[in-house]
């Protein structure tokens, strides 16, 4: 199993919570190339970030071995894989989460950008075809291990996601829109 989205989406707190139900191990693949040679510290936007891809990919290789719980929201890393779920959360919930966690102002407009435009979302329907999105904005933790789990059992439908609407009859586009230029980024 595979669990990605954008960073903050809460990927590693569902691997942890899964791979017990699952009897298996959690497997962060961000976490597993810090102690590579593959990846480099960004100091400006307090991250890292992939130099080789091919070669982080072989370093990874061994980790994903099937049955693992796998997360990352680098999904170039991942080849084979049985479910994939994408977990998506709106918006404006998620830039004061990933505000609130002290990033830099670009770091968190980046990947607010990025769950906008469905950038995780695309990449992973565009490598594998059938993946699950699931909208974690009002649900707990709990509510939604329970519903991965349900998804596990075959009863999973695909949740329609579209936060660029959201955004903008919200007015959060042009919120983030205008820190967007302030951050030099449009």
Request: hydrophobic share 40%.
């Amino acid at each position: 199993m595979f669990i990605t989205g954008t960073p903050g989406v809460g990927k590693t707190t569902q691997c942890k919570r899964l791979a017990p139900l699952l009897h298996t191990e959690c497997i962060s693949l961000g976490e597993a190339l810090l102690s590579s040679p593959y990846v480099k510290y960004v100091p400006h936007l307090d991250t890292y970030e992939i130099v080789d891809m091919e070669k982080a990919k072989r370093y990874v290789k061994p980790l994903l071995s099937k049955g693992r719980v796998l997360e990352t929201h680098v999904v170039e890393l991942v080849d084979d894989v049985d479910v994939v779920f994408v977990l998506r959360k709106a918006p404006d919930v998620l830039y004061a989460e990933l505000a609130k966690r002290g990033w830099p102002t670009r770091k968190v407009v980046e990947n607010v950008w990025a769950e906008i435009l469905d950038v995780v979302y695309v990449a992973a329907r565009e490598r594998w075809g059938k993946v699950f999105q699931i909208d974690v904005t009002r649900r707990s933790p709990e509510e939604t291990s329970a519903l991965l789990m349900k998804c596990l059992s075959g009863e999973c439908v695909d949740e329609e996601v579209d936060w660029l609407s959201y955004a903008e009859r919200s007015g959060f586009l042009d919120f983030i829109e205008r820190l967007s230029r302030s951050e030099g980024l449009s």
